[in-house]
């Protein structure tokens, strides 16, 4: 596929190599002159998943656009000889997506998180960007049955962006499969972006965002839940990395 802007290939998957100017500029081309299609972001643990998920590996390596987010798809890039621009983390980047559709007058739509929480979200976005015009909103968790009456609803309120807190690879297969239905033109998987934006998972400081660790603060967090994605996933992901970089794929220029 050929793609209108740089990518790097870590395991597979074409990430693309972008400032975070560039990625916002890109993503104002695929909703304003292209069909759309899904925003989707990569790190260690979604790039682990889907090395055991094809049907999740495809559906990346069909995306719009999959952008780098965090240090070890940092790492893996310079393993190969390369690096990216910038580090486009869903909590700083997500806002700023927010104040491009702000800023151009794209409808937004917030689907998923815990009840109240998308919600939440919203009034924290809007908050930040006052001329974001969020077409709707509601939590992540009803019934197989009743997906058609969520695109509907989606599709009645005029959406063209829309951000999805499924978890992954959950959302990711969500909107390859619906986003057509609901309407909108971009779909984003943010992960757990709601609950920081609404407050409620606190974030780990800068500092350890700097040092690319924030993964240590929500380790710390929810240890049971985490060790598994963090304490094996990160070592996990650099060996798959380097065993990809010793068989011989080279590295790129
Ligand atoms: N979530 C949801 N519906 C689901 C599963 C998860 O709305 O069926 C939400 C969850 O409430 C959270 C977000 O998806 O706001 C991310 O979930 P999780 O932290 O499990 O995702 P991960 O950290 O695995 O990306």
């Known amino acids: 596929m050929e793609r209108a802007y740089p990518t790097i290939e870590i395991l597979d ?23 759309g299609g899904l925003v989707a972001y990569a790190n260690a643990h979604t790039l682990n998943l889907a090395v055991t998920d094809p049907a999740y590996a495809g559906i990346l390596r069909r995306a719009a656009i999959v952008l780098n987010d965090g240090s070890g798809i940092g ?25 491009l559709a702000a800023a151009r007058g794209w409808p937004v739509y917030f689907l998923g998180a815990r009840p109240g929480v998308a919600q939440q979200a919203a009034a924290a976005m809007t908050a930040l960007h006052p001329a974001l015009r969020v077409a709707g909103h509601r939590d992540g968790y009803w019934l197989p049955e009743d997906t058609s009456r969520v695109t509907e609803t989606i599709r009645a309120s005029g959406a063209g962006l829309l951000m999805v807190a499924l978890g992954n690879p959950l959302q990711e297969k969500w909107l390859d499969q619906h986003l057509a239905a609901t309407g909108a033109r971009v779909g984003v998987g943010v992960g757990a972006f709601f609950d920081f934006a609404a407050g409620a998972v606190v974030r780990a400081p800068k500092w350890m965002n700097r040092w690319g660790i924030e993964w240590v603060f929500r380790l710390m967090q929810e240890p049971r839940r985490l060790w598994r994605r963090y304490v094996v996933g990160n070592p996990l992901f650099l060996a798959r990395v380097l065993r990809a970089r010793l068989r011989g794929s080279p590295p790129e220029a």
């Open 13 to 35: 998957i074409p990430v693309a190599a972008l400032s975070t100017q560039d990625a916002l500029a890109q993503i104002q081309r695929i909703y304003e002159h292209e069909g």
């Open 75 to 99: 790492l893996a890039a310079r393993i190969k000889g390369r690096s990216f621009p910038a580090n486009l983390n869903g909590s700083d980047l997500n806002p700023r997506i927010l104040g």
